[in-house]
């Protein structure tokens, strides 16, 4: 086989996107026209001159690249080919390693990555709960052990019914968790007009959106919103947990746990498959794991270039 591997240039474009199209791979976003950071390659057959894959590094992520080859020439060693020309380039950059993420479904790039000498790593990253096998077990009574201690939990829906300062409270209390979440030294305070904004688009989901109150005061929040439609994202009826938090007096009482357990309850009753979220509080990934949230749907691997 005699395949050309050659920079990338804006004439191929047209050619990348059709090995996109063709080869559909899971969890990678579509090549952009033009990403000036970032070194690309295309593999040409000499003989038809036809582009039959691609590959791309962002030099800001030297860590991780996309590598597509067309479905009719795969298992013929080009992606090989083009991973030994990003390879060079990644250890001419001071890479050591590089840490390629997978969707879980996409057998074939996982034994491509095998085959190449690329170990499974765990990674912090995506984690996810399917809520119908979630088992929530000794902590449905959370509310009502919380009810005892003077704590309500609401929803967002109820309480624009209830009370006309709701968003405006919820507004200050998203504010104040949000800046509070570890490594959001830089957070900038989102408007009570943004914030208005994003509760009313059409997506907002005002029923899976739990509050925590102790009498008047919104103590902790924890929502959903959908999953925006993405190669990331390639199955259906699945949800997106965005933020849960609880003000810092109201901790170590069980609020979050509850407030977690709420959202399960509500993807389940309404039919999502399910539910992803994402953190870098230790707390919250502890959390997370004991209501069985568990790594994916992304694998990574990892593979030494030193």
């Not at 005699?2 to 080869?23: G, Q």
């Not at 170590?252 to 539910?275: D, M």
Request: glycine residues 6%; negative net charge.
């Amino acid at each position: 086989m005699s395949i050309t591997i050659r920079a990338l240039e804006a004439r191929d474009y047209p050619a990348i996107l059709e090995v996109y199209n063709r080869a559909a791979p899971p969890g990678i976003q579509p090549p952009e026209t033009d990403v000036p950071e970032s070194h690309r390659y295309v593999a040409v057959d000499p003989e038809t001159r036809r582009v039959v894959g691609f590959a791309i590094v962002p030099l800001k992520e030297w860590h991780s690249f996309d590598l597509v080859v067309s479905p009719d020439r795969q298992r013929q060693g080009v992606g090989s080919l083009l991973w030994e020309r990003i390879a060079q380039d990644m250890a001419q950059t001071g890479a050591s390693a590089v840490e390629p993420w997978v969707r879980e479904e996409n057998v074939p790039a996982i034994g491509w990555l095998t085959k190449h000498g690329f170990t499974p790593t765990k990674l912090d990253g995506p984690v996810c709960l399917f809520p119908d096998s979630a088992n929530s077990f000794g902590f449905d009574n959370l509310d009502i052990e919380l009810g005892r201690q003077g704590v309500e939990l609401s929803t967002l829906a109820r309480e624009q019914l209830q009370d006309k300062d709701c968003l405006p409270k919820l507004h200050a209390l998203y504010n104040k968790v949000k800046a509070d979440v570890p490594d959001t030294d830089d957070y900038v305070e989102q408007t009570l007009e943004e914030f208005i904004s994003e509760q009313e688009e059409p997506e907002a989901m005002p029923g899976a959106y739990f509050i925590a109150k102790q009498g008047s005061e919104y103590i902790g929040l924890s929502y959903l919103r959908p999953r925006a439609a993405d190669p990331n994202c390639i199955e259906p009826n699945i949800v997106q947990q965005c933020l849960t938090g609880v003000l810092p007096e109201y901790r170590r009482r069980g609020i979050a746990t509850a407030l977690k357990v709420k959202t399960i309850s509500y993807a389940r009753e309404h039919g999502f498959r399910r539910i992803f979220t994402n953190s870098d509080n230790p707390a919250m990934k502890v959390l997370n794991a004991k209501l069985g949230f568990v790594s994916g749907p992304w694998r990574v691997y990892r593979k030494n270039l030193r």
